[in-house]
């Protein structure tokens, strides 16, 4: 591929590109090109498994040291159970991130395909799930500039949207795409 026109990118920490199609891609075989799909949507998954981690240790670290009513406000009933949510969607991201991995050398192409699909459906969703979590904990301060929270939730939305969000992975992984 070669690189074109830049694209606006929702995650300033990573810039997007237009990709053309060279005369050496075309020549790939299906087969090969489908198992680099799979390897990029493993790779994107595990990019947002890293982004749901670290926007739940910001989360947990401020909501040990943030005190509302003389108490730390991760000791209240609504923050501790939304972390715990939290840190289990991510312990299933990682899970389907590591099957996906696994799968890309290890499975028949179309497996491969089919155990990234599910992966990127998961984690796709979950990553918005767990960031806009993350800026609840975080409060009023999650969405300034002071506070890295609205930048894991750029990151899982821009993440999410390449190769196609959990609508589009469901899709193909139903047959109706």
Do not use: N, Y
């Not at 995650?11 to 680099?36: F, G, N, W």
């Not at 939304?82 to 590591?98: K, L, N, P, Y």
């Not at 699909?117 to 960031?131: D, F, L, M, N, T």
């Not at 300034?144 to 894991?152: F, K, L, Q, V």
């Amino acid at each position: 591929c070669e690189l074109g026109d830049g694209l606006d990118a929702l995650d300033p920490t990573r810039p997007l590109r237009r990709a053309r199609r060279t005369a050496a891609l075309a020549r790939l075989e299906p087969a090969t090109v489908a198992r680099i799909e799979a390897f990029v949507l493993a790779v994107l998954c595990a990019d947002l498994v890293g982004t749901m981690a670290g926007a739940l240790d910001g989360a947990v670290d401020h909501a040990r040291q943030r005190e509302q009513f003389g108490r730390p406000i991760g000791s209240f009933q609504a923050v501790a159970h939304m972390c715990a949510d939290a840190h289990v969607s991510i312990e299933a991201a990682r899970s389907a991130t590591w099957r996906a991995a696994w799968a890309v050398d290890a499975l028949p192409v179309e497996e491969a395909l089919d155990a990234a699909g599910v992966a990127k459906a998961w984690c796709s969703e979950a990553g918005r799930e767990v960031c806009e979590s993350a800026i609840q904990v975080w409060g009023g301060l999650g969405m300034t500039w002071e506070c890295d929270a609205h930048r894991h939730l750029r990151r899982a939305l821009q993440s999410r949207a390449l190769l196609g969000d959990e609508g589009h992975q469901l899709s193909l992984l139903a047959g109706v795409a």
